[in-house]
């Protein structure tokens, strides 16, 4: 999930630098604007650009980065209670639960932790393994939807804006590709952090069963909690484990998705994912990723002090901007890769296995 964050539509194609495209994203209950892509493969304050190097040096000095942290977190929770999402009283509502004995219940004290889990993120010192950021990630998901669609009157309405757009994509890319061979019927959420993303997909394909899969306990037991307060009568699944080997049977899904993961993990990660996915996923199952994208205006446009705090908080954001993610689906052996913008920051990747996987 990021500062800036956390396709029913043709491929777009490969743009010269220079040029623009307008695509007007519709989803089947809630309007979209205009999501605009900007002159240039990606940010010029992302990569190995001079200006993404001073960034760089800039975050290196301890005592600003520590500060960096601190303005970052202010941005996120002033847009949240600016837009009445009770942030304080939402994490106290967590931390004062039987969270837990949930987290107990849910813990692999088996899974190894990858190195790059362990980095600090979102201005949380122990990253995704604390309390703290587990009690505040619904809230800061919130804000996160206020921040990437600031024109809509409620947190309800950006939140639709946002979601409404991803999911008709799956559902449209599926069919397209994959409908008259695969129904889906399994879904596994990779990184689905407190399991904002897998109620959605849950409520958009209700006979599907759906399992939730994080490295941290924490979130998951968050998810858990939620999921026994709405008394959800088919249970999401929840699974401690690593999306780059999550020791589930392989061909035993329809639909992967990554719901704002990649930016998260180094390149290397991204890559492991892929292939995983693609081990997981039934002949003609789909591939859905959706993330910050690199084209996006909006994010191409940043003001220096946006990237900056933005950049201080995500640690391997530089990496995902210069992977070629469509190159790694289609190494990982996924066809018929399309991106689309969904929403003016985000784009949603698609894939499919091939029909004749062995």
């Known amino acids: 999930m990021a500062l800036c964050a956390r396709a029913p539509a043709a491929a777009f194609p490969k743009l010269r630098e220079g040029s623009r495209r307008r695509t007007r994203c519709r989803a089947s209950e809630a309007a979209v604007p205009v999501a605009e892509e900007g002159r240039l493969e990606r940010p010029r304050w992302s990569g190995e650009t001079p200006l993404s190097k001073m960034v760089g040096a800039l975050i290196s000095f301890k005592p600003l980065y520590n500060l960096m942290k601190v303005a970052s977190r202010q941005i996120i929770i002033s847009t949240a209670e600016k837009a009445n999402v009770p942030w304080r009283v939402m994490s106290k509502e967590i931390l004062e639960s ?34 703290l950021a587990a009690s505040e990630a619904e809230a800061a998901t919130m804000s996160i939807a206020k921040r990437a669609i600031p024109d809509a009157s409620s947190i309800e309405e950006a939140t639709q804006r946002v979601r409404g757009p991803w999911l008709s994509a799956i559902e449209n890319r599926h069919l397209k590709y994959s409908g008259n061979k695969c129904e889906i019927k399994d879904i596994l959420d990779i990184g689905c952090s407190v399991g904002v993303s897998s109620r959605f997909l849950a409520e958009k394909f209700p006979s599907a069963s759906v399992v939730g899969l994080d490295l941290s306990p924490y979130f998951l037991a968050v998810a858990e909690y939620r999921q026994r307060k709405e008394g959800r009568k088919k249970q999401i699944r929840w699974v401690h484990a690593n999306g780059e080997a999550t020791g589930l049977p ?9 719901a704002y993961v990649c930016h998260e993990c180094p390149a290397r990660a991204i890559v492991e994912l892929a292939k995983e996915a693609f081990r997981v996923l039934r002949p003609s199952g789909t591939i859905a990723i959706t993330d910050n994208s690199p084209k996006s205006k909006v994010l191409q446009e940043l003001s220096p002090v946006l990237f900056t705090l933005l950049k201080s908080t995500e640690p391997f954001l530089d990496e995902y901007y210069l992977l070629d993610l469509e190159e790694a689906l289609r190494s990982a052996g996924f066809v018929n890769v399309t991106t689309i913008l969904t929403t003016p920051r985000h784009r949603t990747v698609t894939a499919t296995v091939p029909f004749d996987k062995i």
């Open 250 to 258: 392989a061909k035993s899904f329809d639909l992967v998705s990554l």
């Open 98 to 131: 039987n969270v837990y004995q949930l987290f107990d219940e849910l813990r692999n004290p088996n899974l190894v932790y990858p190195d790059y889990y362990l980095n600090p993120f979102h201005a949380y010192e122990e990253g995704n393994l604390s309390w």
